[in-house]
């Protein structure tokens, strides 16, 4: 459906986007994330036909976008502040693109109930969109996104305004009005947790290109830099030596991850693969720290030597502050790393 080959943007000297390539599917839900200024406005900018490329190709059902105005591209963009228009109503708002498109009046009204139904606001036509809740707006913005059925769906930022539990209960619903559509949506995010719940596929930008892309489960279990690491909160980090099956680091020996080049490397333990065992059968540890996440307690370690790790543990299970445990690192959650 869409594809960017060697995209690139420079602002004056700065390289906004560097030789990007990206596929996205028909149906696909694809979510770029990354940190402030790694280029994912622009990245939507440049598909939108708002920006234009200083070299690479942008297609669209395999045709050349070069040249070829916004309004002519048949995406959609819901932009981060949603930019709904004060003076119109609700129906006033998501007939928008229909209005453009000189659809007939009838067929105007027709879509516009059907998508009010389908974001959860029927029968809201007449509503003033500035009497409505920040959670409503964006369903209102939703509709007349979806409106003209565009051919992709790009949004920026979507929840970004939103308190915490109305996002994830907006992500949910939007994950699955997206599948009984059928939409193809490329959406830019900077919070983790819109793009894991979100997305099909999650690419991580960093500096204007592409770090890594994957199933959000790969992503999440298989960092492939210490830079994504990092993104994704993942602090256990350490140098390595890879010997046959043991990787040996300051915290003693662990298990190679499988495939994992012999020779030096930096390694990532993931949190949930520090295991708490009594203190004579484990690298002994100091508890220094314990914060509670929700579903799970975070540890903060000190062992004797070697860095401070961080294990993920059961509330129950959690030991106090000043404790001291033994732990030992399970096989699947020892990550070679690659790059800086
Ligand atoms: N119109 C512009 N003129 C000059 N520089 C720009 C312009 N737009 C973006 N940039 C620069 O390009 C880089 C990428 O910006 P972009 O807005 O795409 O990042 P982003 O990942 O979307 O960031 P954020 O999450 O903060 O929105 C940044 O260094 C930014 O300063």
Known sequence: MLRLEGVTVRFGGRTALDAVDLDVAAHEIVCVLGPSGSGKSTLL?????????????????????TGVPAHRRGVGLMFQDHQLFPQRDVGGNVAFGLRMRKVARAEQRRTV???????????????????????????????????PEPKLLMLDEPLGQLDRGLRERLVVELRELFGRLGTTVLAVTHDQGEAFALADRVVVMREGRVEQSGTPLEVWQRPATEFVARFLGFDNVVEATVSGEAADTPWGKLPAPAGAAQG??????????????????????????????????????????????????????APEPG??????????DVVALSGA
């Not at 959860?120 to 509709?143: D, F, Y």
């Open 113 to 147: 109930a059907e998508l009010l139904d389908l974001v959860g606001l029927p029968g809201a036509q007449g509503r003033a969109v500035t009497a409505l809740s920040g959670g409503e707006q964006q369903r209102v913005a939703l509709a007349r996104a979806l409106a």
């Open 323 to 332: 404790a001291t445990v033994g732990v030992t690192f399970t096989a699947e």
């Open 45 to 65: 900018r440049v598909v939108a036909g708002l920006q234009r490329a200083d070299a690479g190709w942008v297609l669209l059902a395999g045709r050349d976008q």
């Open 264 to 317: 030096p490397c930096r390694l990532l333990v993931r949190p949930a693969g520090v295991r708490l065992t009594a203190v004579a059968d484990g690298l002994p540890c100091a508890v220094v720290g314990r914060t509670f996440r929700g579903n799970h307690v975070a540890l903060l370690l000190q062992p004797a030597g070697g860095p401070r790790l961080e294990a993920a543990c059961a509330l129950r299970d």
